[in-house]
C-alpha cells in the first residue's frame, strides 16, 4: 500500500517544484534471522556484508522527499550447533526500498529521518556447513521465496559540499515480514524473517527543475 500511495504522490506533483536527484550508494550491512521456533541448541549470530547500488531522489517540498533505490545486499545468518557444527545461511538480494523522508528546511548540514518499505528480490541463497575436517556448499536458491516484503527505518544526515552535489550518511533498520521459507519445505524450521542494519554513504547529484 505505501509502495503505490509513494507512486501515485509523485505522479500527483507539481513538477516546477521537484528537485530531481540522482545517487551512488555503497555501505556496510550487518543481516540476521528471525527464526520461531529456534531448534533446541542451536545459536544465532549475525551476518555482515556490504551494499551498493543507486538511488533517485524527489524533494517536493522545503521538508520532504521520496527515495527510490535499489542496491545488492547480504542476508542471513550464522548458525552454530552444540555439536560444534557451524552452518552459514547466505542470501543475496537485490532490495528495492521507498522511503518518505522529512527533514528541516534550509541547512547546509541537515539531519533527516525516514520511514518506509521494501522489496527484496532473491537471486542466490546457499548453506555453507562447516565441519572440522572441511566444509560443504548446499544451494537452495529455488527452495526459498524470490520476494521478501518488510518495512524499512532511516535517520541520517546530508551535507551540502556544492549547489549540486550532497553527501549523504545515514543507519536504517530493516525487518522483514515475509517467511522465507515455504511452508512446503522439508529442511523447515518454521517462520523465517531478514533483519538487517546497514551503515551507507550516499553521493548526490541535485537537478533543479525550477532553474
Known amino acids: ?63 520532504t522527499e521520496l527515495h527510490f533505490e535499489g542496491y545488492y545486499s547480504r542476508k542471513g545468518s550464522e548458525l552454530r550447533y552444540r555439536e560444534s557444527l557451524v552452518e552459514t545461511a547466505l542470501f543475496e538480494y537485490l532490495d528495492l526500498p521507498i522511503t518518505l523522508v522529512v527533514h528541516p528546511p534550509g541547512n547546509t548540514l541537515r539531519p533527516f529521518a525516514g520511514v518506509g518499505t521494501q522489496l527484496g528480490i532473491l537471486f542466490n541463497a546457499m548453506f555453507i556447513s562447516e565441519f572440522q575436517d572441511g566444509y560443504s556448499i548446499q544451494y537452495v536458491t529455488d527452495r526459498m521465496k524470490k520476494l521478501e516484503w518488510g518495512i524499512q527505518i532511516t535517520a541520517g544526515f546530508n551535507l551540502m559540499l556544492s549547489q549540486h552535489v550532497n553527501l549523504m550518511m545515514s543507519f536504517r533498520y530493516a525487518f522483514g515480514l515475509t517467511n522465507l521459507q515455504p511452508e512446503s519445505d522439508t529442511y523447515n524450521w518454521g517462520v523465517w524473517k531478514s533483519r538487517s542494519i546497514y551503515a551507507r554513504i550516499v553521493v548526490l547529484y541535485s537537478l533543479d527543475e525550477s532553474e
Open 1 to 63: 500500500m505505501f509502495f503505490l500511495t509513494s507512486v501515485f504522490s509523485v505522479l500527483w506533483l507539481d513538477v516546477d517544484a521537484q528537485t530531481l536527484q540522482f545517487g551512488l550508494q555503497c555501505g556496510y550491512s550487518s543481516a540476521d534471522a528471525e527464526i520461531s521456533p529456534l531448534p533446541q541448541n542451536v545459536h544465532t549470530s549475525g551476518k555482515k556484508g556490504i551494499i551498493a547500488g543507486g538511488m533517485i531522489g524527489l524533494q517536493f517540498s522545503p521538508i
